[in-house]
């Protein structure tokens, strides 16, 4: 009833992605006209891409752990030596940076996010990103850098992540889609997005 409340007798409504959008729509239906665009910024020049890739798988195991639990110890003895897997866990903000600089593939495990934040970033730090994509994730989800794995898919999750071991070149094949991801997120497209909603109001 509060909900019901709240959202009807809002003015605006702001929603970061169309899934977001859509979910709105769907619980609130007599407040789709009151539906705002809205979009983040990710700042890519915190990133620095001059870091040397090594052969290094990075996740995040907050997310649902049992899923990259299963994965990670699947292909750990079908990983060659020289290359690692590590976990994104309990770090500061610049640590995590860091750790995605040095890493080639990317893990995620996005569980029904409105616009999932670290699998961008891990694009923008060069990383092949495989995994879900939480459904607000298809706002950005575009091959090569974003591959696609239902979830649940155990098996097809490892078996896509040992066919990207050889990707070579992979960072400077992608530079031009990471330039349109920065692009998209950009302050300027986050202040474009403030703007119109402060003229309405």
């Known amino acids: 009833k509060k909900l019901n409340i709240s959202y009807n007798n809002a003015k605006f409504i702001l929603s970061i992605s169309k899934d977001i959008r859509s979910c709105i729509s769907l619980a609130f239906p007599k407040v789709k006209n009151k539906i705002l665009d809205s979009i983040y910024s990710v700042d890519s020049e915190k990133f620095n891409l001059k870091t040397k890739k090594e052969n ?37 903000e610049k640590q995590v940076f860091r750790m995605l600089e040095k890493s080639k593939i990317f893990l995620t495990f996005s569980e029904l996010e409105g616009l999932p934040v670290p699998p961008l970033e891990a694009a923008l730090a060069g990383n092949k990103v495989i995994g879900y994509t939480g459904e607000g994730g298809r706002e950005y989800w575009r091959s090569p850098i974003f591959t696609e794995i239902k979830s649940g898919e155990i098996r097809n999750f490892c078996q896509t992540i040992l066919g990207n071991l050889k990707n070579n070149n992979f960072f400077k094949k992608t530079a031009k889609q990471r330039k349109k991801i920065s692009k998209d997120f950009s302050v300027f497209n986050e202040r474009k997005y403030i703007n119109k909603f402060l003229k309405l109001i």
């Open 56 to 92: 290094l798988i990075t996740y995040m195991p907050r997310k649902l752990p049992n899923h990259s639990a299963l994965v990670t110890s699947f292909i750990k003895n079908s990983l060659p030596k020289n290359w690692k897997i590590k976990p994104i866990h309990n770090l500061n």
